[in-house]
């Protein structure tokens, strides 16, 4: 937009100048060559007098006349002789001018060109017999009256002209470069000017779709802008205040069942006990693994409710003593199986990462309880950890199914479930859980191929500071 706004201010400038100047330099253009015609005309007219008087003291005055002209201007004078001057000035060409002035009377000017000017200008007067004493002059300064006896001509050089014309339009073509420039920069300062509060409505749209609803905008430039700017902040705390309400409801609904659902698991864990028909028990089981996946069910909304909530700010954690631990917790329902869990990279290369204090442990415990879900017996679950500047690399790799790439796409949803899990206790909020957790601390996940099959959870976090 910013742009447009430029090029529409400095089209409108171009137009207003060009209206105005070319006329200007094309009436110089004329005014240029008219006064050279003239002053040329007259300088031809005045020695075609001095040559039409024919006395030796006018022969002399236009000797010396034509010589200092030529002189002074590097042009030529010729001129026909007649029966009383015979000068030594040089004889014209015989052509169409001289012969209307010696015939017709009558003066010419040519112009070498159609198009302004060629590179000579010929003015052929004719000199008048009697000279001033029986010619007469008309309005244009030519004689009348009296029979041709002669003509003076004069090629006047049009290289001066040409210079002075250059200079006129090439002046007016700098100063139309300089306008132009001196009206881009005027034009983006007051196009960024007039699309300050569009940018700012922009980078407040842009917060809000990154899930930032506390943005808002300054109520500042045109009334419209002014009024969208009011109508958005409105829109967002309407906004801000339904999701706050959802999390609160989601976070008290998901604690107050937690305590019926223990309840109901223990009830039905002293049924079982207390049981001794095979097919009731079998019942009591599917109905005790039903409440504990929904308890997984609550205890992940809550979990996610108080992720969306941010309460609490990143510190620097060590990771690899948050992986150390957490691996630890989980290597005896791997050994069960069969499952490896190990540990990847340099033991002496322990990062600090930027992280709230518990989020990691979440996001450990839910991947790392996927990826044995899904790792057949026997199988190896790698975890490792790897520096990378203002970033931490934290991967675990499974040899699982892994997942297509439309299952990729849709892992991070909410109560989605893929379909390589080999048990149906999920509750379908882990991964939705990890990402709210991790983007929360800045960090990302992203989900890839493991080499040789499997599913790769990448991690990245960023990089903490050493204090002390």
Same mark, same amino acid.
């Given at each position: 937009?910013i742009?447009?706004l430029?090029?529409?201010?400095?089209?409108?400038?171009?137009?207003?100048?060009?209206?105005?100047?070319?006329?200007?330099?094309?009436?110089?253009t004329a005014?240029?060559r008219?006064?050279?015609?003239?002053s040329?005309?007259?300088e031809a007219t005045?020695?075609?007098?001095?040559l039409?008087?024919?006395d030796?003291?006018?022969?002399?005055? #236009?000797?010396?006349?034509?010589?200092?002209?030529?002189?002074?201007?590097?042009?030529?004078?010729?001129?026909t002789?007649?029966?009383?001057?015979?000068?030594?000035?040089?004889?014209?060409?015989?052509?169409?001018?001289l012969?209307?002035?010696?015939?017709?009377?009558?003066?010419?000017t040519?112009?070498?060109?159609?198009?302004?000017?060629?590179?000579?200008?010929?003015?052929?007067?004719?000199?008048?017999?009697?000279?001033?004493?029986?010619?007469?002059?008309?309005?244009?300064?030519?004689?009348?009256?009296?029979?041709?006896?002669?003509?003076?001509?004069?090629?006047?050089?049009t290289?001066?002209?040409?210079?002075?014309?250059?200079?006129i339009?090439?002046?007016?073509?700098?100063?139309?470069?300089?306008?132009?420039t001196?009206?881009?920069?005027?034009?983006a300062?007051?196009?960024?000017?007039?699309?300050?509060?569009?940018?700012q409505?922009?980078?407040?749209?842009s917060?809000?779709?990154?899930?930032?609803l506390?943005a808002?905008?300054?109520?500042t430039?045109?009334?419209?802008?002014?009024?969208?700017?009011?109508?958005?902040?409105?829109?967002?705390e309407?906004?801000d205040t339904?999701?706050a309400?959802?999390?609160?409801?989601?976070?008290?609904?998901?604690h107050?069942l937690r305590?019926?659902?223990?309840?109901l698991?223990?009830?039905?864990?002293?049924?079982?006990?207390?049981v001794?028909?095979e097919?009731?028990?079998?019942?009591?089981?599917?109905a005790?693994?039903?409440?504990?996946?929904?308890?997984?069910?609550?205890?992940?909304?809550l979990v996610?409710?108080?992720a969306?909530?941010?309460v609490?700010?990143?510190e620097?954690?060590?990771?690899?003593?948050i992986?150390?631990?957490?691996?630890?917790v989980?290597?005896?329902?791997a050994?069960?199986?069969?499952v490896?869990?190990?540990?990847?990279?340099?033991?002496?290369?322990?990062?600090?990462?930027?992280a709230?204090?518990g989020?990691?442990d979440?996001?450990?415990?839910?991947?790392?309880s996927?990826?044995?879900?899904?790792?057949?017996?026997?199988?190896?679950?790698?975890?490792?950890?790897?520096?990378?500047?203002?970033?931490?690399l934290?991967?675990? #790799?499974?040899?699982?199914?892994?997942?297509?790439?439309?299952?990729k796409?849709?892992?991070?949803?909410r109560?989605?479930?893929?379909?390589?899990l080999?048990g149906?206790?999920?509750?379908?909020?882990?991964?939705?859980?990890?990402?709210?957790?991790?983007t929360?601390?800045?960090?990302?996940?992203?989900l890839?191929?493991?080499?040789?099959?499997? #599913?790769?959870?990448?991690?990245?976090?960023?990089?903490?500071?050493?204090t002390?």
């Amino acid at each position: 937009m910013i742009r447009q706004l430029i090029r529409s201010y400095v089209l409108l400038v171009a137009v207003g100048l060009g209206l105005f100047t070319v006329p200007v330099a094309f009436t110089l253009t004329a005014q240029l060559r008219d006064d050279t015609e003239l002053s040329v005309e007259r300088e031809a007219t005045t020695m075609a007098l001095l040559l039409g008087n024919g006395d030796t003291a006018s022969c002399q005055a #236009l000797e010396e006349m034509a010589r200092a002209y030529a002189e002074e201007t590097y042009d030529k004078v010729q001129a026909t002789a007649t029966a009383q001057c015979a000068t030594g000035l040089p004889r014209p060409r015989q052509d169409a001018a001289l012969t209307a002035a010696l015939e017709q009377g009558r003066p010419t000017t040519d112009w070498g060109s159609d198009f302004i000017w060629g590179s000579d200008l010929v003015i052929t007067v004719p000199a008048k017999e009697g000279g001033p004493n029986e010619a007469r002059q008309n309005e244009g300064g030519q004689n009348e009256g009296g029979e041709s006896v002669g003509a003076v001509r004069i090629v006047y050089s049009t290289d001066n002209l040409t210079h002075r014309l250059w200079t006129i339009w090439g002046f007016r073509a700098g100063l139309a470069v300089a306008v132009l420039t001196v009206a881009a920069l005027i034009g983006a300062v007051v196009a960024r000017r007039l699309t300050a509060p569009l940018r700012q409505l922009n980078d407040m749209a842009s917060k809000l779709s990154d899930g930032d609803l506390t943005a808002r905008s300054p109520v500042t430039g045109p009334q419209e802008t002014q009024t969208l700017a009011r109508t958005l902040n409105q829109a967002g705390e309407r906004l801000d205040t339904l999701v706050a309400s959802q999390r609160i409801f989601v976070a008290d609904a998901s604690h107050q069942l937690r305590t019926p659902l223990t309840a109901l698991r223990l009830s039905l864990d002293n049924i079982a006990d207390g049981v001794d028909d095979e097919f009731v028990r079998e019942d009591v089981e599917q109905a005790t693994a039903e409440v504990v996946r929904m308890s997984r069910l609550v205890n992940g909304l809550l979990v996610l409710a108080r992720a969306e909530a941010k309460v609490a700010a990143a510190e620097p954690l060590p990771l690899r003593d948050i992986v150390t631990e957490r691996l630890s917790v989980w290597r005896p329902a791997a050994d069960e199986r069969g499952v490896t869990i190990a540990l990847r990279g340099s033991a002496d290369d322990r990062p600090l990462v930027l992280a709230t204090t518990g989020h990691l442990d979440q996001v450990l415990d839910n991947v790392l309880s996927n990826a044995l879900e899904v790792s057949p017996d026997g199988g190896t679950i790698t975890v490792r950890t790897e520096a990378r500047g203002s970033t931490v690399l934290l991967e675990i #790799l499974d040899e699982g199914p892994g997942m297509s790439d439309a299952e990729k796409s849709r892992a991070f949803d909410r109560f989605w479930r893929g379909q390589g899990l080999t048990g149906r206790s999920g509750s379908g909020l882990g991964l939705a859980v990890v990402k709210q957790l991790l983007t929360d601390d800045g960090g990302t996940v992203t989900l890839a191929d493991a080499p040789g099959g499997g #599913l790769c959870v990448r991690i990245t976090l960023r990089a903490g500071q050493r204090t002390g």
